[in-house]
Every structure is written in C-alpha cells, then in structure tokens.
C-alpha cells in the first residue's frame, strides 16, 4: 500500500510540474496550436512528457522557383526560417531587384547564398537561379566589363525608392589581376555606380580594385587581388574552401534621404593603353538593397 500511495505522490508531483510549466509557456504553446502545431501530453509514474509538434507551415516546401517579383513590396521570408533571420523590417529596407538578362548572369556556385539573407544587419535578395533539371546553380547577378578599346559598359537598375537614406551592395570583381602583360590594376579605378534622384542630383562612386571590391574566385589564377579596405567594405560571405568571396560596400545617400529613381553601374578601367585590350575587370554585383528613413 505505501509503494501504491509513493506511485501516486510522484504522479501528482509530476502534474503539478507540468501544469506549472504549461502555465508559464501558455502564450508560446497557444500560437504554436494556433498556427496548426499538434499537442499532446503524457504523465506517467517514471516522468512527463509536453509533445509540441511541427505546423504544416514549417513544413511546407514549395517546388516553384523563387521569382525576382517577389521582392516588390515587403521582402519575402521563409516562415522556417525565422528562428535564423530576425523578422525584417520591410518601411525601413527595400530589396532591388536585378535587370533581367538572356542568358542570366549569375554567380556560378551552387553553394553560394541564395534567397533573403543577412549580412552585417542588412537584408539581401539573391535571385536564386536553377538549370533546366530545376537544379540550383548559383544568382543572378551583374557581372560588366570595359567593352572593346575599354569603352564604357554600363548596367541600368530601376529603383524608384523614397526617403532613401544609404545603398547596400553585395559585390565583388572577375579576372581580378593585380597586374596584368605591365597593365597594374591594384588600387585603379576599374568604373563607378551612379545614383540618379528624383530631383535631377547626381551621386557617383569610384569603385577601385583592392579598396571597394577584391577577386570573387581566388584560386582560378595567381595574383588575383585578395584584400579590400575594410574602412569601405565590409567581408560579408566566404565558401566553405575559402576560395571564393563576396563582400558588403554601403554608400550613404549625400543630403539625403532623397528619392532614388535610377542605380548605373559602369564599368571602364581609369587608364586607356594603346595597343592593348583592356576588357577587365569586371564588375559583379550579387545585389542590392536600399535603406529608407523610417
């Protein structure tokens, strides 16, 4: 009898302790059933067990590619992916999307990031990019170089952005060469971006290999360019190998906030060189988004 009496006493212990728990947890566990989680509970003489189950909304999977127009408005997030991404404010960022090419320029590395993600605080949408077997191979990006007799080549992004306070880029460059056949690149302007405001002003930045941007792929050749300056740009993503890159430069907006209507990004090397064929290097940007006075 006094085993029987001991059972039951642990077993009231044990409902009292989770009775207590469900009361302390009971705003938690509502929006979970809420949100279509199931619930269960089992007291037993050895223990107690809370199951709180997986919503059809964490599992969901879409079998649809992500489409560029989903970056209007609000940035679009994975609800799985809320415990990694803190919720996003969509008044204070907005993504931009990228000019839409035949065939896509993309950043060929399927391990690279794709869709939102954070880097340095700022939200990011990589255009995710998959082959015709719906596999994914990297994003899209811009990706420019100097044309034939290095002329310009230049990149027109639509953005039309009110109140816009800074740009946030994700960037790098191609054929990166600190030199190349007596042509020093190191520290050379190798082309600009230009905003264009609503007002008729003009903001240009002179972007400099081996200071605002450095070689996406270090292992393809020797002497590539492998530093940046951090006072200007920031390291926002390496490949597990560490042998590819891609870096954060923020510009704020001179007078601003002011109304963003158009981004030019060119590419052109600062030196014309008689006799050679300046096309590099390039210019690649993985994406942009900008932030607005809140």
Not at 40 to 48: K, T
Not at 157 to 185: K, Y
Request: net charge neutral; glycine share 6%.
């Amino acid at each position: 009898m006094e085993t029987v009496y001991q059972v039951l006493g642990t077993v009231v212990i044990i409902a009292v302790a989770i009775i207590f728990i469900l009361w302390m947890f009971r705003d938690a566990i509502r929006k979970r059933i809420e949100s279509g989680s199931s619930f269960g509970a089992s007291i037993g003489p050895s223990g107690a067990n809370i199951l709180l189950g997986s919503s059809d909304k964490d599992t969901a999977t879409s079998s649809s590619p992500i489409h560029p127009a989903q970056t209007s408005g609000a940035i679009p997030t994975d609800p799985r992916l809320i415990k990694l991404i803190p919720p996003l404010n969509p008044k204070r960022f907005k993504t931009i999307t990228l000019p839409a090419h035949q065939p896509t320029p993309l950043y060929e590395l399927p391990d690279a990031p794709t869709g939102v993600a954070m880097f340095n605080q700022i939200p990011f949408f990589l255009q995710p990019v998959v082959d015709a077997a719906r596999k994914l191979i990297g994003h899209q990006n811009i990706d420019i170089a100097p044309g034939p007799g290095n002329s310009e080549t230049v990149e027109v992004v639509s953005a039309n952005v009110e109140e816009t306070t800074a740009v946030h880029f994700l960037l790098s460059a191609g054929h990166g060469h600190a030199s190349w056949q007596g042509v020093q690149f190191l520290d050379k302007q190798i082309g600009y971006i230009e905003f264009l405001f609503a007002d008729s002003s003009t903001q240009r930045t002179h972007l400099i290999l081996g200071k605002h941007l450095r070689e996406w792929a270090f292992e393809n050749f020797p002497g590539l360019v492998r530093d940046i300056d951090p006072i200007v740009t920031q390291p926002a993503w390496v490949s597990f190998d560490n042998a590819h890159r891609i870096d954060m430069m923020s510009v704020a907006i001179t007078g601003g906030p002011k109304i963003l209507k158009t981004i030019r990004v060119v590419a052109k090397f600062e030196d014309d060189h008689i006799g050679k064929q300046i096309t590099f290097p390039a210019i690649k940007i993985s994406a942009i988004t900008c932030e607005r006075k809140t």
